[in-house]
């Protein structure tokens, strides 16, 4: 009998499946996004150094103290790093949703990126 997947066995295959295809280079860095029940993070990876470019999540001090929903917290979080990435001279990268659906809080994420003058 052939059991159905979990969650997070679902999430796992589709993240592998991607990363396959997916990588960035510090010219056109990953824009990775991980989301736990509480909180959300966004990172821009150079996958050809293994370095973080930049970050921002839901848990930091501006964010924080801005009361509002976790979609609303979400979007704080893509404006967030589109300012970091904007000053680090980064406009373009590749989007790495990490497995998860591109829904709720992680489209949320994704187009307050885009205002913030992300390209991917």
Known sequence: ???ALTKVQRRA????????????????????VFRSNKQIYAQLIDDVQGTT???????????????????????LVGKAVAEKAIAAG???VVFDRNGYLYHGRVKQLADAAREGGLKF
């Open 53 to 75: 470019l930049c970050a921002a999540s839901s848990s930091d001090k501006a964010i924080i103290a801005a009361a509002g929903t976790k979609t609303e917290k979400a979007a």
């Open 90 to 92: 980064i406009t373009e």
């Open 13 to 32: 295959r589709i993240k592998s499946r991607v990363r396959t295809v997916v990588s960035g280079t510090a010219e056109r860095p990953r824009l990775s």
């Open 1 to 3: 009998m052939i059991m």
